[in-house]
């Protein structure tokens, strides 16, 4: 999953009133400056689209996440723990993710930004990791089906072309499921991984 910043100029009009001469016998009164036209005003700021609405009606929280790992590309299947902060980016226009964990593969860090496409209709992102070979790379696309969130992205890792299928799934007020499927250098997708998330808040009630 991608900030326009607009500028606008203000134009100001000035008018000036030349007095007019009076009689000699009389003193002559200064004019009466003409009221100023209004200095125009900035256009409205942006709102978050319904689609974006919905998207961080559910993921904006702190998270607990429980990994499990499929074995792919000559690595061991593999179990983690981690957290999750999701928050609002600028004007409130976008999603900022940031994520840590620990895992039986080392240690693992990443930080997304998420947006609504208006023009594609779709989430675009960005989204950098300690795993990703150029430290950052497209977030892909994703649209709601239905109740579940599900994206797609395409990019090279080690030599191989990879095609990663995403979906949000079972998602509830304090919990959801990302489950990732993968495809090596076009080859079938395949289950790779799958992410329990639990709202910290939530864990901590019980």
Not at 17 to 28: G, I, L, N, S, T
Not at 65 to 76: D, I, S, W, Y
Not at 136 to 157: A, N, P, Q, R
Request: charged share 25%.
């Amino acid at each position: 999953m991608r900030g326009i910043l607009a500028l606008c100029a203000v134009a100001l009009i000035t008018v000036s009133a030349m007095a007019q001469e009076k009689p000699a016998a009389k003193a002559a009164k200064p004019a009466t400056p003409k009221a100023q036209p209004a200095m125009g005003g900035m256009p409205p700021m942006p709102k978050p689209s319904p689609e974006f609405q919905k998207l961080a009606k559910v993921l904006v929280g702190t998270w607990n996440t429980a990994e499990k790992f499929e074995p792919m590309m000559g690595m061991p299947a593999a179990e983690g723990r981690g957290k999750a902060v999701i928050t609002r980016g600028p004007g409130g226009m976008s999603l900022i993710e940031t994520y840590n964990s620990a895992s039986t593969m080392g240690k693992f860090s990443g930080h997304g930004v998420f947006w609504w496409d208006d023009k594609a209709k779709s989430f675009a992102g960005v989204w950098c990791d300690t795993m990703t070979p150029h430290g950052c790379d497209s977030g892909g696309t994703s649209k709601f089906e239905g109740d579940d969130l599900v994206g797609t992205m395409e990019m090279e890792m080690y030599g191989k072309k990879m095609k990663m299928k995403n979906m949000y799934t079972n998602i509830k007020p304090d919990s959801f499921t990302f489950n990732m499927e993968t495809s090596e250098d076009g080859g079938p997708m395949q289950k790779s991984g799958t992410i329990e998330y639990t709202r910290a808040e939530a864990a901590e009630k019980k």
